[in-house]
């Protein structure tokens, strides 16, 4: 796995990136070399501690990472047979998230990065997922439009060029992996419950739709908590009528009706976002990256390939485990920024004094 890039810089082959992923319910460390790319990474996830009580507890999520980060790191460090020493750079997610989940894993990038004294990235979350694609053989190219289908985001992103970034919409309320996890609830699933929606979703042969969210209005913003409401109402309609619990295939017919919904109205707000893209920057875009956790939905993926591939534009999206949260992304987006670093400047500017960790961060502000 190697990155496909324009910039050509010597000694790439002796740049390690150790990366840290801590925003949420997930602890991600990474390696990645400037030659050899992803060299290896870990994931721990504390979601099931979080399903116990519906939903993510952030002071659970906090102390999780606190465990894990230390434990990861050695592990992946001597799988890698790295040593410390090996390290040349540090990156670490820094929002937006959990501000004491982030915490966690700034302190722990901070303080090694100062007792081996190397610099330190901080990286937006969003950049890590949108880049992610990145991590794979088959790899993007800019200008494209990222399509962030997360538990906590969904957003349109016109992406001129690395650190080029325009958001032209997104959610005004509920983020589209949200109501996955909401609905899935409804129906009974554990959290996070949007692989298990998708999965009850196959069997489902639903004879009723729901009505596609703010497609009846011009624009590219999105809202999913009414689709949440639909499923809600249909679901109480079937206990009404029996007096009883829904059956499976009643629940598989919600759900499917949910996932028809959402593929229909990102497929609406897609063919919008690239025509917009085509009226205002003068682009005919052959690129878009479905990326963050609802990316690795497979009826997602399956009918907007097929929508846009007969538009000749390429749908590119990074395999399942860098869909969801993960250090790998992180170490990506810092190999990105000391690309550029070294490029415009000839070394690495970090953000250290402005910036430790964020809960709010938008892509927009990246831009150079
Ligand atoms: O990107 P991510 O790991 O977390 C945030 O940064 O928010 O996304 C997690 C979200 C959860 O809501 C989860 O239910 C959803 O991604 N998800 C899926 C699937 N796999 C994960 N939703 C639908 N279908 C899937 N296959
Ligand atoms: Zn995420």
Redesign the pocket.
């Known amino acids: 796995m190697k990155l496909a890039t324009s910039f050509t810089l010597n000694n790439l082959a002796e740049i390690n990136i150790l990366a840290f992923e801590s925003?949420?319910d997930?602890t991600g460390v990474a390696l990645y070399n400037g030659e050899k790319g992803l060299l290896g990474h870990k994931v721990f996830s504390s979601a099931d501690l979080h399903a116990l009580y519906g939903g993510v507890v952030p002071e659970l999520a906090s102390r999780d990472h606190i465990k894990r980060v230390e434990v990861l790191t050695t592990d992946l460090l001597k799988q890698a047979q790295l040593k410390t020493s090996d390290i040349t750079l540090i990156a670490y997610t820094a929002g937006p998230g959990l501000v004491g989940a982030l915490l966690v894993g700034a302190t722990y990038a901070r303080s090694l990065a100062f007792a081996l004294n190397i610099p330190v990235y901080a990286i937006n979350?969003l950049e890590g997922?949108l880049l992610a694609p990145f991590l794979e053989n088959e790899q993007p190219s800019f200008p494209l439009l990222a399509v962030l289908v997360?538990?906590?985001?969904s957003q349109f992103v016109y992406c001129k060029d690395y650190h080029s970034y325009k958001v032209l919409g997104q959610s005004l309320d509920d983020?589209v992996?949200?109501a996955?996890?909401k609905t899935?609830k409804l129906l009974g699933l554990p959290y996070?419950?949007?692989?298990l929606?998708?999965e009850l979703a196959e069997q489902g042969e639903p004879d009723f739709s729901f009505k596609a969210p703010m497609t009846d209005r011009p624009g590219l913003d999105l809202s999913f908590s009414g689709l949440k409401t639909a499923a809600l109402n249909k679901i109480n309609s079937y206990k009404s009528e029996t007096k009883q619990e829904l059956t499976i295939q009643e629940k598989a017919d919600v759900a499917r009706a949910f996932e028809n919904t959402v593929v229909k109205t990102f497929k609406i707000k897609i063919r919008r976002a690239v025509e917009q893209i085509k009226q205002e920057y003068n682009i005919k875009l052959s690129e878009i990256v479905l990326v963050?956790?609802?990316s690795?939905?497979?009826r997602?993926r399956i009918e907007l390939a097929n929508e846009f591939g007969s538009q000749k534009i390429n749908l590119r999206y990074a395999r399942?485990e860098f869909?969801?949260?993960n250090g790998a992304m992180i170490a990506v987006a810092g190999f990105f920024k000391y690309l550029h670093d070294m490029q415009k400047y000839g070394e690495v500017k970090t953000n250290e004094l402005t910036t430790i960790v964020k809960a709010r961060w938008s892509l927009d502000s990246l831009s150079l």
């Open positions: 925003s949420c997930e979350h997922h997360s538990g906590g985001h983020a992996g949200e996955f996890d899935a996070p419950g949007g692989k929606l998708s963050g956790g609802v690795a939905n497979k997602l399942p869909c969801v949260d």
